[in-house]
């Protein structure tokens, strides 16, 4: 048990559908964030979320939506994906933004 | 901005052999740095971090060194097993800007 939980582990779907990822945190950390991991490629910081709050939005594609509802929970909305979209995307959280991050397993996600 | 590259993207190893993973940055303002581990269909978790200020900080069976002139980080891994296999990504902050950049990752390879 990581302490940050992600769902769905794995994800199939097409360029047309809309779906989205899970993330909640059991930690009490007050910073969110979603990265992308790609095969032979550092892993690339998408959006951050400090109190619910979105501080960072890394140049993203507007088909990846991110929701932050509570400091708690994170989704990530997926719709009209590309096939170079697929990857593995990991979900983290910190207690503040100078300190470790904790990550979930996430969804590994292929775009068909 | 802030770059971080690893020498090698493989490193094989007997058992009981110490292990040495080594990473450089490019910022020389970057003053905070973490070790991760990742094994095989799970999320990179935390390993140990130094900060600026310190030069060698132990863990269990683990040392991170930091070379702040040459821009330089090394993890030691002592008695490496088999269940050291995974890769390891060394990330580096600039806490003026409180994000963290990753390197892309050696893959530690640990045979009996």
């Known amino acids: 048990e990581t302490g940050v939980t992600q769902t769905p582990r794995h994800l199939v779907m097409g360029m047309t559908n809309k779906k989205s990822l899970k993330c909640e945190q059991h930690?009490?950390?007050?910073?969110m964030y979603w990265y992308k991991q790609s095969a032979k490629k550092p892993l690339e910081l998408m959006f951050v979320y400090n109190f619910k709050e979105q501080t960072e939005n890394n140049s993203v594609p507007s088909r990846f939506s991110p929701e932050c509802p509570n400091s708690s929970h994170l989704f990530l909305h997926l719709h009209t994906l590309q096939p170079e979209d697929s990857a593995l995307y990991l979900c983290?959280?910190?207690?503040?933004?100078?300190?470790?991050?904790?990550f979930g397993n996430g969804t590994r996600l292929t775009v068909t | 901005g802030e770059s971080v590259g690893l020498h090698l993207p493989t490193l094989s190893v007997q058992e009981g052999d110490n292990s040495i993973i080594n990473c450089a940055y490019s910022?020389?303002?970057?003053?905070?740095f973490i070790w991760y581990k990742q094994e095989s269909g799970k999320g990179p978790q935390f390993i140990i971090d130094?900060?600026?200020?310190?030069d060698k900080r132990q863990g269990q069976r683990v040392t991170v060194l930091l070379n702040k002139t040459v821009k330089h980080l090394s993890l030691q891994i002592a008695a490496t097993q088999p269940g050291d296999s995974a890769v390891y990504f060394c990330a580096v902050m600039n806490s003026g800007y409180s994000t963290l950049t990753f390197g892309k990752g050696t893959m530690l390879l640990v045979s009996p």
């Open positions: 130094i900060r600026s200020n310190m």
């Open positions: 930690l009490g950390h007050n910073a």
């Open positions: 910022n020389s303002a970057s003053d905070y």
């Open positions: 983290a959280s910190s207690p503040l933004n100078n300190s470790p991050l904790h």
